[in-house]
């Protein structure tokens, strides 16, 4: 998978921003070819579930913990 440059990446979200899923015209302005732009474009989507799911899961184990204690506090009085 070819490298892509921090200056690459904020010009791919500008250009999705303009152009949308619209991959052919990303990629003649970033002389990519239409492969590379799309797959960097669901690679990204891919990273952002798994990051969102990860964060969801942390937020609902500090959930059940702080439940937990709550139960461990109330029985001890």
């Given amino acids: 998978m070819p490298y892509w440059s921090e200056y690459e990446n904020n010009k791919f979200f500008k250009l999705i921003s303009v ?3 619209d991959f052919q015209q990303i ?3 970033m002389n990519k070819s239409y492969t590379q732009v799309r797959s960097h474009f ?3 989507q ?3 579930s798994k990051a969102a799911k990860e964060e969801l899961e942390e937020y609902r184990s500090l959930q059940n913990n702080q439940h937990l204690k709550f139960i461990v506090f109330d029985y001890v009085k």
């Fill in 19 to 21: 152009y949308g899923k």
């Fill in 27 to 29: 990629a003649e302005c």
């Fill in 42 to 44: 669901y690679n990204i």
């Fill in 46 to 48: 891919v990273k952002e």
